[in-house]
């Protein structure tokens, strides 16, 4: 569950976009919204996510620009620009990209167009070099229900701001749904929907919560896993928790000295 899915129960808050966007499927009979490679690509990198349970392969297997050639990008600003293509198909197309850079530790800030997107990681194409990994990121040891994968996008309208190497996000303290690059954004989201949204999301959170748990209890593991094979999956994810948590030590153990330095 992310801001948009409790946006959708409340179409009286959305834009005309926003609500077109939600029924794009009107506009797919004439040419297809993302080009015809597009979905076995992001297939072949969903095993290589930044959370704790994919953390060995996100590392090893990561390539700049996501795996994606100079050809590929030159097709994806085709496709975009195909006459044909209508304005709510690029709007999701580019919401598509931005969120595979974004689970992808690639930070798309700022970039309101598929061309954007297409010039940043044509630049990490050219270096040859990986985006680096934040040191606040921590790989998420949760494997069923509400987690953070990457970075996120601030969820203010009009907004193209995401979280980078060197800034990570707010976000609400009550339902802890939306993200924001800072206060301005989230006063002003505030006022003109969240206010309505946050007892709503704050409510399908903790339904989600429950239903989670529920699952987790009557499934033990997932995808017909064996009893070794969940204890294996325990072991590891009880280990990267271990892990996550000496990083964080270290952190602050380095913030603390650093204070002292400035004391003195």
């Known amino acids: 569950m992310d801001y948009s ?3 959708i129960s409340h179409p009286e808050l959305a834009t005309e976009e926003e609500i077109e966007d939600w029924n794009r499927e009107l506009f797919e009979n004439i040419i297809d919204t993302t080009p015809s490679w597009w979905n076995s690509f992001t297939m072949g990198l969903s095993g290589i996510q930044p959370d704790a349970e994919y953390r060995s392969a996100f590392e090893s297997r990561r390539r700049p620009a996501m795996g994606l050639t100079n050809i590929q990008l030159d097709m994806l600003e085709q496709h975009v620009n195909h006459p044909q ?17 974004m689970r992808s530790l690639i930070s798309p800030n700022r970039c309101s167009t598929v061309a954007d997107c297409v010039t940043v990681l044509r630049k990490e194409l050219e270096s040859g070099v990986c985006a680096s990994v934040p040191d606040w990121y ?13 970075y996120d996008e601030c969820c203010n309208r009009g907004c193209w701001n995401t979280e980078t190497v060197d800034h990570k996000f707010l976000k609400c303290s009550r339902c802890k749904l939306p993200f924001y690059c800072g206060v301005a954004c989230q006063k002003q989201d505030w006022k003109v929907r969240h206010k309505k949204l946050c007892a709503a999301a704050s409510t399908q959170g903790t339904q989600l919560s429950s239903a989670t748990k529920f699952l987790r209890m009557m499934m033990g593991g997932v995808n017909g896993d064996s009893v070794d094979e969940i ?11 271990v892990r996550g948590g000496r990083g964080k030590k270290k952190k602050n153990k380095k913030k603390k000295m650093k204070k002292d330095e400035e004391e003195e």
């Open 231 to 241: 204890k294996q999956k325990k072991a590891h994810l009880k280990a990267e928790k």
């Open 85 to 101: 293509l209508h304005p709510s198909q690029k709007r999701t197309l580019l919401s598509l990209v931005r969120s595979q850079m």
């Open 138 to 150: 921590k790989f998420s040891t949760v494997t069923m229900g509400k987690r953070k994968i990457g």
């Open 5 to 7: 899915d409790v946006l």
